[in-house]
């Protein structure tokens, strides 16, 4: 079992950024691949961002491209989201998810552990 713990969200104005973190306690977490997704208010769970266990692959969806970063520290269990450059269509719950196996994902259904979320909101 993999607990996950988000923080960072927030209110921020367009063009701002946030730096959204989580914390994963009860496996090695070098194991896993790691996982941000969104959900705006009445929209569907999105992808975001994965990377892989040792880092070396990454993948960020095309709205993010160019604005979002994700990276991880295995010594501190942590996975990370900066975002920079934020619009107000970034608006939404961000979840951090856990998926098995260590190689990276884009695909909702490959994740295995999920965060309660965290809020983002871009005002304009």
């Known amino acids: 079992q993999v607990q996950l713990v988000e923080s960072g969200g927030g209110l921020v104005q367009a063009g701002g950024s946030l730096s959204l973190s989580c914390v994963a306690s009860g496996r090695t977490f070098s194991g896993y691949a790691m996982g941000w997704f969104r959900q705006a208010p009445g929209k569907e769970r999105e992808f975001v961002s994965t990377i892989s266990w040792n880092s070396g692959i990454t993948s960020l969806a095309d709205s993010v491209k160019g604005r979002f970063t994700i990276s991880r520290d295995n010594a501190k269990n942590t996975v990370y989201l900066r975002m920079n450059s934020l619009k107000p269509e970034d608006t939404a719950v961000y979840y951090c998810?856990?998926?098995?196996?260590?190689?990276?994902?884009?695909?909702?259904?490959?994740?295995?552990?999920w965060g309660q979320g965290t809020q983002v909101t871009v005002s304009s």
């Open positions: 998810a856990a998926k098995r196996g260590g190689t990276y994902s884009r695909r909702i259904g490959d994740y295995d552990y």
